[in-house]
């Protein structure tokens, strides 16, 4: 019954922003770890944030820090992904994801969480 539904994504130009949301429902919204992952057309399924609800722990890509911001809205059962400054390389389908306990590493790997959501596609124009 977990369930996972990401949106938010639509055409912007390069330098613009977008907010992805990704709204949870079937567990308890106070123990879990969410991610938002990207697969751009030929390219391997990449992580690009994930957030800690224990701890306000937050992990960014390489190639979104300074950029994008994860954040958490508990009232509404619900994780954001803040994209700001966007380039035509952040075009992708954005995947949220969540690892329920018990937890293993930190970040979450690929094959540790539990649910994935159906994704939302983004694209950046030049």
């Known amino acids: 019954e977990v369930q996972l539904q990401a949106s938010g994504g639509g055409l912007v130009q390069a330098g613009g922003s977008l907010r992805l949301s990704c709204v949870a429902s079937g567990f308890t919204f106070d123990d879990y770890r969410i991610g938002w992952f990207r697969q751009a057309p030929g390219k391997e399924r990449e992580g690009v944030s994930c957030l800690s609800s224990s701890d306000t722990s937050t992990y960014y890509a390489d190639s979104v820090k300074g950029r994008f911001t994860i954040s958490s809205d508990s009232a509404k059962n619900t994780v954001f992904l803040q994209m700001n400054s966007l380039k035509p390389e952040d075009t992708a389908v954005y995947y949220c994801?969540?690892?329920?306990?018990?937890?293993?590493?930190?970040?979450?790997?690929?094959?540790?969480?539990?649910?994935w959501g159906q994704g939302t596609l983004v694209t950046v124009s030049s």
């Open positions: 994801a969540v690892d329920l306990p018990p937890f293993g590493s930190w970040p979450v790997r690929l094959w540790e969480y539990d649910y």
